[in-house]
């Protein structure tokens, strides 16, 4: 099984921006998983740190854009001594393929990871047609 | 709140405070100290120190922490499960074992020592042992 693993370090990535911020700081690119099924297109992000009041999940022509953004206010009074990653918002956009129904779209945080159902439009959902 | 509020007040100033201390050799001279899961900061307030790690999709009945004089050690599993009919269409999340352990250069009150698990960040505040303390010495 993979669980049994030993697990690499893979750096952050930051994200690299197409529209800049007024606002200065460094965003990151949350890492992704997604899957789909019959019904719904399933996205897992990482935005370690991200409450889930500080998630935002837009659609517009088809483009599924996810920023979270993290509270740095507990870092004011401590000073780094040792850093081995730094921190930021996180955002990140997809093209979507397929039809989404967006009015049923769900999204949930646990544990740092944002899980965004997108349940497919009706009249994207495949149809078995039967052979007469 | 300000427009332009004070530059360490942003998160730019965060994130330069934290660029500066990439790597620095504070831990260096431990064998265990680098080059494993999970990436790790470390920060002073006053005497006490504090780690921090990002560990999302980590359920904190998954981890496990040790503290010892100056070594912590931490470990854990952390998973990403898929539906079984589902068809994949990116794999990023990392997954799989963790354990490392560092060696503090102060020795730790153990008894006093708290962690915190929120949204995939852990926090573990490490109090300096009060027979580590420096002491003013009086000139006489």
Known sequence: MSDSQELAVREKQELAQQDEKTVPGRYYMPAADIFETDDALTLLLEMPGVSKNNVDVQIENDVLRVEGKIDYSAYKDIEPVYTEYNVGHYARAFTLSNKIDRDAITARVEDGVLTLTLPKAKEALSRRIAIN | ?140
């Open chain 2, 1 to 140: 709140m300000a427009l332009f509020p004070d530059p360490f007040g942003t998160l730019l100033g965060l994130q330069n405070a934290l660029d500066a201390f990439r790597r620095s050799d504070w831990l260096q001279s431990s064998p265990s100290a680098s080059g494993s899961y999970p990436p790790l900061n470390v920060f002073r307030k006053g005497d006490d120190f504090a780690l921090v790690a990002e560990l999302p999709g980590v359920s904190s009945s998954d981890l496990d922490i040790q503290v010892k004089g100056r070594t912590v050690r931490l470990s854990g599993t952390k998973s990403a499960k898929y539906p079984e009919k589902a068809s994949i269409h990116r794999r990023e999340r990392l997954q799989g074992r963790f354990d490392r352990s560092i060696t503090l250069p102060i020795e730790v009150d153990q008894d006093r020592a708290t962690a915190e698990f929120h949204d995939g960040v852990l926090a573990i505040t490490l109090p300096r042992a009060e027979r580590d303390k420096p002491r003013s010495i009086q000139i006489g």
